[in-house]
């Protein structure tokens, strides 16, 4: 079983930054394709981004590629999102995802099998 924790969300004024973390719990989360996905009021879940177990293979939603960064550091069992530049369309709960086993990134939230709480992004106009 891994739990995953996010943490880092916020209120930021549109053009600042954030980091979000997702801490997880199990000795084989670093062999875990992980993504981060959003859901803002109203709308349904979309992918934001994801890496792979090894975390040298990322890939995008258009929306936000080129603002954010996805990366993780398995020696601490996190994943991190580096959002820059945001808008108050990033306004969303964002969650953190991790998958078991595979050996590239995944895009579909079906594709996941573990879950976060979530943490509220919030950005003013």
């Known amino acids: 079983q891994v739990q995953l924790v996010e943490s880092g969300g916020g209120l930021v004024q549109a053009g600042g930054s954030l980091r979000l973390s997702c801490a997880a719990s199990g000795r084989t989360f670093s062999s875990y394709p992980t993504g981060w996905f959003r859901q803002a009021p109203g709308k349904e879940r979309e992918f934001v981004a994801a890496?792979?177990?090894?975390?040298?293979?990322?890939y995008y939603s258009a929306s936000v590629k080129g603002r954010f960064t996805i990366s993780r550091d398995n020696a601490k069992n996190t994943v991190y999102l580096q959002m820059n530049s945001l808008k108050p369309e990033d306004t969303a709960v964002y969650y953190c995802?991790?998958?078991?086993?595979?050996?590239?990134?995944?895009?579909?939230?079906?594709?996941?099998?573990?879950w976060g709480q979530g943490t509220q992004v919030t950005v003013s106009s």
């Open positions: 890496v792979n177990w090894r975390g040298d293979s990322t």
């Open positions: 995802a991790a998958r078991v086993g595979g050996f590239i990134y995944y895009i579909r939230d079906y594709e996941y099998d573990y």
